[in-house]
């Protein structure tokens, strides 16, 4: 069993940075791959970006790359996500998965994680 908690989210305006932290708890984390979603109203949860359990690959979703880095600290049991350039269109809920998967395809979808936090609100002004 893996519990995950989301933190760092915010009001930022449109430029403004936000890092999203998900701590987990448990002697497993780096047994996980891991990876953030978000959900905005009305729409559905959507990828965001995963990273491998060690960390030395990751992958992200068209509509973030260049300006989101996602990192895990396996000392710390936590991931994050570095958001920078932030965008109305950013808005949404984040969430943080666990995922017994290893490629990055298959972490690109919902279906692929076992584990996921509360989520944690992320607002963009413009």
Do not use: H
């Not at 791959?33 to 979703?61: C, D, H």
């Not at 350039?85 to 979808?109: M, R």
């Amino acid at each position: 069993q893996v519990q995950l908690v989301e933190s760092g989210g915010g009001l930022v305006q449109a430029g403004g940075s936000l890092r999203l932290s998900c701590a987990a708890s448990g002697r497993t984390f780096s047994r996980y791959a891991m990876g953030w979603f978000r959900q905005a109203p009305g729409k559905e949860r959507e990828f965001v970006a995963a990273i491998l359990r060690t960390g030395g690959n990751f992958g992200y979703s068209d509509s973030v790359k260049g300006r989101f880095t996602i990192t895990r600290d396996n000392a710390k049991n936590t991931v994050y996500l570095q958001m920078n350039s932030l965008k109305p269109e950013d808005t949404a809920i984040y969430y943080c998965a666990a995922s017994g998967a290893n490629t990055i395809v298959a972490l690109a979808t919902t279906q692929s994680y076992n584990y996921w936090g509360q989520g944690t609100q992320v607002t963009v002004s413009s």
